[in-house]
């Protein structure tokens, strides 16, 4: 299962004779953002409604489109795969099955750090996508195979991973998984995966 295109359809259902569908959102770059200490790359945001959310990508895109350009769309790239992530999580905001749409501010996140470090202490830990500041943190909890992890942790790489759905089909029953930060919120809200960001904000 492709788990992005599994919540693209739900959405699709959520949405279906609204006609908010066809309402336009922009896709942009917001250069000054202070990302999540969890992901790396460029804020790419989205505008829909009245309301932002973003995505954190190295393959962001500029443009003005529309939700409904996502139904039934492959989605076979990391850049449009980012893009879809960024709608989503924009139109899940919108309804107000989402609360977190920005990163915290830069002071949280010792805090957050902190919180998320008692959380998972003692557990192993597998990142699906690049986390330097989970694996610098927890050098001695981080694993490579899942077979051997207690918990895993996705950020805004990992969630656009095409084979994710495969592996949360296979371990949901047996590990702790936790969707990390503003950029995985819509398509965890969506999935009714655990989502961690305790200082994300819905401005």
Not at 16 to 39: M, R, T, W, Y
Not at 83 to 108: D, E, Q
Not at 127 to 155: R, W
Request: glycine share 8%; aromatic share 6%.
């Amino acid at each position: 299962m492709d788990i992005l295109i599994d919540s693209v359809n739900k959405l699709e259902t959520i949405l279906a004779h609204s006609g908010c569908e066809e309402v336009g959102v922009i896709l942009d770059v917001k250069p000054d953002a202070v990302n999540c200490q969890f992901d790396w790359g460029a804020c790419m945001t989205a505008s829909f409604g009245g309301r932002s959310a973003e995505f954190v990508t190295s393959d962001p895109i500029r443009a003005q489109t529309k939700i409904s350009f996502m139904f039934g769309a492959p989605l076979d790239t990391p850049a449009v795969r980012s893009a879809a992530c960024a709608m989503i999580n924009v139109a899940t905001g919108f309804f107000c099955l989402s609360r977190v749409l920005h990163a915290c501010p830069g002071p949280k996140h010792a805090d957050c750090m902190r919180e998320l470090g008692m959380a998972i202490k003692g557990k192993r830990i597998l990142c699906i996508g690049s986390m330097p500041a989970i694996e610098n943190a927890f050098p001695s909890q981080i694993v490579t195979d899942h077979k051997y992890a207690d918990l895993v942790l996705i950020n805004a790489e990992g969630i656009i991973d095409t084979k994710l759905g495969d592996l949360i089909t296979e371990i949901k029953d047996s590990k702790r998984i936790i969707c990390i930060g503003p950029s995985t919120a819509g398509v965890s809200r969506l999935q009714q995966i655990e989502h961690w960001c305790p200082y994300g904000t819905n401005l």
